[in-house]
């Protein structure tokens, strides 16, 4: 089947607004991820989702940062008051998720590219 | 968190010639998946491996999970080999479960 999506795939904003990025995991996987790469970083983890609970979002580095996932489906990342450091690629991953994990690979979409002005 | 260091930082190679990247982790791992991230940014699945040997064409990774490391053999390398190789990990700690843990990476360049 298809593999992860993300839209939009570039997003360019001024500071101070809010932005919304979609993803779409591959059907069937229960777990949902995001993670943000800054230029030239690795990456870092933001939150995930077991279903459309957050078991953990100790990654997500401000209140300006907020996330929803609908059932086993699409989750939205939003970001509030953009500042300039929230400039990075926005990564999604998704994976089945059995307990203690054993047989989980996460898959990564494309990304969404934003650049805060 | 999980610790998770990936060396050397930046490798330049021939075209033909063979490599071997290095991870080191912290902590009991239960996921270790590494990945090759293309020019365009897109990181794409290589191996998922938290033990054992495992070969795919010219690439092969082995995971001593005993003693924490893993490493990723390139063999007689291309120029589309080139772009940075991420080390992830999964603990299986309930503070480190869900979450991969990323390397910084190795950029590999490979001149033709």
């Known amino acids: 089947g298809a593999g992860v999506s993300q839209s939009p795939s570039n997003k360019v904003t001024e500071k101070g607004k809010d932005v919304e990025l979609r993803c779409d995991p591959i059907s069937g996987h229960t777990a949902l991820y995001w993670y943000r790469q800054r230029l030239g970083q690795g990456l870092e983890f933001l939150i995930y989702f077991q279903g459309n609970s957050a078991p953990d979002k100790s990654g997500l580095p401000s209140d300006r940062f907020s996330a929803e996932r609908t059932g086993e489906s699409v989750s939205t990342l939003t970001i509030q008051r953009t500042q300039q450091e929230d400039s990075a690629v926005y990564l999604c991953?998704?994976?089945?998720?059995?307990?203690?994990?054993?047989?989980?690979?996460?898959?990564f979409g494309p990304g969404t590219r934003l650049l805060v002005l | 968190g999980i610790q998770v260091e990936q060396s050397p930082p930046d490798l330049i190679l021939q075209e033909g010639a063979n490599s071997t990247l290095r991870c080191n982790f912290s902590d009991s791992v239960n996921n270790l998946q590494w990945f090759h991230q293309n020019p365009w940014g897109q990181l794409i699945n290589l191996f998922y491996i938290p033990s054992g040997t495992k070969q795919n064409g010219r690439l092969s990774a082995t995971t001593v999970a005993t003693e924490r490391y893993s490493l990723l053999y390139i063999s007689s390398s291309q120029t589309t080999d080139s772009g940075v190789y991420f080390c992830?990990?999964?603990?299986?700690?309930?503070?480190?479960?869900?979450?991969?843990?990323f390397g910084r990476g190795t950029q590999l360049t490979v001149w033709p």
């Open positions: 991953a998704s994976s089945f998720f059995a307990q203690g994990g054993y047989q989980e690979t996460q898959y």
């Open positions: 992830a990990v999964r603990g299986i700690r309930g503070s480190t479960l869900g979450r991969l843990y």
